[in-house]
């Protein structure tokens, strides 16, 4: 079942030069199937336009992010493995690899949090160790 939603993502991110950390709230939409659950949002960013994110969290805790617009990237993360894809830009394509750490997915029928913690790296090049935490509410 479809429902409307607020999501909250909490994102820090370690690199050689620092810690980042963010947080954004946006509304979108969280439906809850048998095998796997689909968060899906559009986060209106000033300076790249609109960006269409959904993430899918399969029964057993790999999670799929898929980001479309004028970044986009398809990443998988799941515990203890690397994985491998491209990241899109308007100035050409990276590889990427990430490798995750953790990946906690709970949910009940008002909403859910997902939690992970994951390595970027570029070019085979470690660019930063990231956790991510969403917080998924029934609007």
Request: hydrophobic share 30%.
């Amino acid at each position: 079942m479809k429902k409307d939603a607020v999501i909250r993502i909490v994102s820090k991110q370690k690199t050689e030069n620092g810690d980042n950390t963010g947080e954004m709230t946006v509304t979108g939409t969280l439906t809850c199937e048998e095998d796997k659950s689909i968060i899906e949002y559009i986060e209106n960013n000033e300076e790249t336009g609109p960006e269409e994110t959904t993430i899918t969290v399969s029964a057993d805790n790999i999670v799929s992010i898929v980001r479309n617009g004028q970044f986009s990237s398809e990443m998988m993360v799941e515990k203890n493995v690397r994985h491998h894809t491209f990241y899109r830009t308007p100035y050409g394509e990276l590889t990427m690899g990430i490798y995750g750490n953790q990946v906690d997915w709970s949910a009940d029928d008002k909403g859910g949090v997902l939690r992970m913690r994951y390595s970027l790296d570029f070019n085979n090049g470690l660019v930063s160790e990231n956790t991510m935490i969403i917080y998924i509410e029934e609007k």
